[in-house]
């Protein structure tokens, strides 16, 4: 917390566009051009920042996508539990809060585990108890930088 | 499987057996394995349908992404609907695929696809031969998804009149699926029918 959007952003290519750099100067078999046609501007499901896939399998412009997500992410309120009777269970692992868990906030007020709502944005920007777009505005912002 | 998934799918199932739906006969699971990977769905047909009086089976496979990707559903049950495939079983229902959102639940899912098989969505079809049949020809529509849910949904509702025109084709050696499927795709025209499996 506390990053400059921006700042973030920067930080999270980085490393991004160093891999494929060295990909492409190291050797020419890597699928990664036949997975790009495959899916060519479809919606794109990404792995969660716990299943690890290829960076050479991801197009530049994937790259991109990912990186702004991760720092999207980063700028939604997190807090911890404080055993609130609203929110009695996080509805993405079915599991009761407990004072003192890490949560993330979202704009309609829908609260969950840091870990689980964190791994549903990197696949969707839409709250999955209410379907309301996490940030659509600031989003659109964001990508047209 | 993954921790989270089966989890969740525990918690779930303990909440579909307590449900409401399940108390009155409209939805039921059971499971298939012991890791919470694979279940058996079934639905009753909705009331004021052709399925209406017939029970559907249904296969659920849970991914190890659950809930972050939704859950394989397919008919075990043959069935005569637009959205569904007549061959296969596959669903054509967007919470099943793109519109999927982590706090859905088998016991919604199951609820939708109730809800599917009362709104049948034809301009979004899985089986265009019976979306076609659906939009043209409502009524013939009708009586082949009762004529269905009859032979394979132990429906009860009886057509002595498709009966007998499978009877014809199977006299003539052709096995009594086939001989439905024919008929079903053609308005019931036995000549049709026999030109179409004999061609």
């Known amino acids: 917390m506390g990053n400059c959007l921006k700042g973030s952003s920067t930080d999270d290519l980085s490393p991004l566009r160093n891999a494929e750099t060295t990909s492409e100067t190291t050797t020419s078999e890597q699928p990664w051009i036949p997975y790009r046609e495959v899916n060519p501007g479809g919606p794109i499901f990404y792995p969660s920042p716990g299943i690890s896939c290829s960076v050479n399998q991801l197009s530049e412009e994937d790259q991109v996508k990912i990186a702004k997500k991760l720092g999207f992410i980063q700028h939604l309120p997190t807090g911890t539990y404080d055993g609130c009777k609203k929110n009695r269970e996080c509805v993405i692992c079915m599991i009761e809060f407990i004072v003192g868990d890490p949560v993330r906030y979202l704009p309609c007020l829908h609260i969950y585990h840091k870990k689980c709502i964190d791994a549903w944005l990197m696949r969707s920007f839409t709250c999955p108890s209410c379907m309301e777009p996490v940030d659509a505005a600031l989003l659109t912002s964001y990508e047209t930088k | ?199």
């Open chain 2, 1 to 199: 499987m993954a921790n989270i998934a089966a989890q969740r799918i525990k918690r779930e199932f303990k909440e579909v057996i307590k449900s409401e739906e399940v108390a009155k006969c409209a939805i039921k699971l059971e499971l298939i394995d012991d890791n919470y990977s694979e279940l058996k769905g079934e639905i009753a047909g909705p009331p004021d349908t052709p399925y209406e009086g017939g029970n559907f089976v249904l296969e659920i496979k849970v991914p190890e992404t659950y809930p972050f990707n939704p859950p394989k559903v397919k008919f075990l049950t043959k069935i005569w609907h637009p959205n569904i495939s007549s061959v296969t079983g596959a669903i054509c229902l967007d919470i099943l695929k793109d519109q999927w959102a982590a706090a859905m639940t088998l016991r919604t899912v199951l609820l939708s696809l109730q809800a599917l098989m009362a709104a049948a969505e034809p301009d979004d079809p899985q089986d265009a031969v019976v979306a076609k049949q659906y939009k043209e020809n409502p009524e013939m529509f009708n009586s082949t998804a009762r004529h269905w849910t009859n032979v394979y949904a132990g429906g009860p509702n009886k057509n002595p009149d498709f009966d007998q025109k499978i009877q014809r084709l199977t006299d003539m050696g052709v096995m009594s699926h086939d001989a439905r499927v024919a008929l079903s795709t053609y308005n019931w025209e036995l000549e049709r029918a026999t030109e179409a499996i004999f061609t």
